[in-house]
């Protein structure tokens, strides 16, 4: 596949809408009022796209910017984000978008499409945060039959903060209607799980992420430059969830993050940031 059109989104940052993130991820402090936090950027940028216009799934209908790839579903599979300077409260920012990459992978038996969309938010020219995401499409009927992620013991490791979390279903309604996100995974339970073979309804990634990023900066006194994440297994609506955060014994600046889920202690997303 070529690289993709560009799309190109413009929007203010209004400050109104950050106290509403801070309620929804349950920051124990306060947000900076001149910058957006860490993960802010997803509650902007959201086109309202007309009913006629999305999908069965919620989605936008594929084929002008994401193809049809009829009898599959979509799922975000994890972000890179590089944050290169603040993106100031009520400041005008221009996103672009589009679709650079696409590998297409077998995983038993079933072909998967790995799409690296590039997010770049950019003020008077200049860049200020530099995203990828992975968009996997699975078949709509693709079951994944275990959890593959082989678990590393790293010894390198120190642990510095655990802290549970939970969102129920008023959270996941506050953030869909934050973010125009309709996609049905995150409210219609019928869909979620007769659909998309999920086991319940389905927390958002960038919530979690925005939730991680918010409790490292409470934590660590210093400016995040880069974050990346792989979201392994979904968490679901009103299940109890782990947040681990570890520093590298030999690298200050760099943190490994888990999430666990349930009794088991499963890993449901991991991911590793750089401090200044």
């Known amino acids: 596949m070529k690289e ?71 799922m975000f599979a994890g972000s890179s984000l590089e944050f290169k300077k603040d993106i100031e409260l009520e400041s005008t920012i221009k996103k672009v978008s589009y679709i650079k990459e696409v590998v297409r992978k077998k995983n038993e038996g079933d072909s998967l499409y790995f799409f690296k969309l590039y997010n770049s938010y950019i003020e008077k020219k200049i860049e200020l945060l530099k995203e990828i995401q992975t968009i996997v499409f699975v078949k709509n009927n693709y079951k994944k039959k275990k959890n593959n992620y082989k678990k590393k013991v790293k010894s390198d490791l120190d642990l510095l903060y655990s802290k549970s979390f939970t969102y129920n279903n008023i959270d996941l309604f506050k953030y869909s209607s934050l973010t125009n996100n309709s996609h049905r995974i995150h409210y219609d339970l019928q869909y979620a799980r007769e659909v998309e073979g999920h086991k319940g309804l389905l927390v958002h990634g960038p919530l979690i992420a925005t939730t991680v990023l918010n409790e490292i900066n409470n934590l660590i006194k210093k400016k995040i430059t880069s974050f990346k994440f792989s979201i392994i297994t979904p968490i679901l609506v009103n299940e109890k969830f782990t947040l681990k955060i570890y520093r590298f014994k030999e690298l200050n600046k760099n943190f490994y993050i888990k999430i666990f889920t349930g009794q088991t202690k499963k890993i449901a997303f991991i991911a590793e940031a750089v401090l200044s």
């Open 4 to 74: 993709s059109k560009k799309k190109i989104t413009i929007e203010t940052i209004d400050k109104s809408k950050i106290s509403l993130l801070k309620d929804i991820i349950k920051s124990q402090k306060s947000l900076n009022v001149k910058k957006l936090p860490y993960g802010g950027h997803w509650i902007f940028f959201n086109e309202n796209i007309s009913i006629k216009e999305i999908g069965i799934d919620g989605h936008p209908k594929r084929g002008s910017f994401f193809p049809k790839l009829l009898g599959y579903k979509r």
